[in-house]
């Protein structure tokens, strides 16, 4: 497979995978997402941007995944829960780095 879809099913390999899939408790570094212009500015806004460390705090699918903002970066300082639906969730791709620090 190659372009985009290949890319994705490689990183997927790595231990790239949706923020929705996450385990409660584990802290994970935001690797890319795959999202429009203005899902991406939204959560750019947010802090959740390619580098961002975040916690899961409760993730039960299929409902809402609230994470903790560790590094506080965005727009918003000092917002640093926040609650992703399941769907924008599924688009935020994460690499696990530790669990339940």
């Known amino acids: ?3 985009r879809w290949g890319a994705l099913r490689r ?6 995978k949706p923020l929705a899939y996450v385990k409660e408790g584990s802290t994970v570094e935001v690797v890319y997402v795959i999202a429009g212009r203005g899902l991406a500015r939204r959560l750019a ?5 390619q580098g961002a460390i975040l916690k899961v705090l409760r993730s039960m699918s299929p409902g809402p995944v609230v994470v903790e903002s560790v590094n506080r970066g965005g727009a918003l300082p000092g917002w640093n829960r926040i609650a992703l639906g399941y769907g924008v969730a599924r688009k ?3 690499r696990e780095i530790g669990e339940g620090h």
């Open 11 to 16: 990183a997927w390999g790595e231990g790239v």
């Open 92 to 94: 935020v791709m994460v």
């Open 1 to 3: 497979m190659t372009g």
């Open 45 to 49: 806004e947010m802090g959740i941007t």
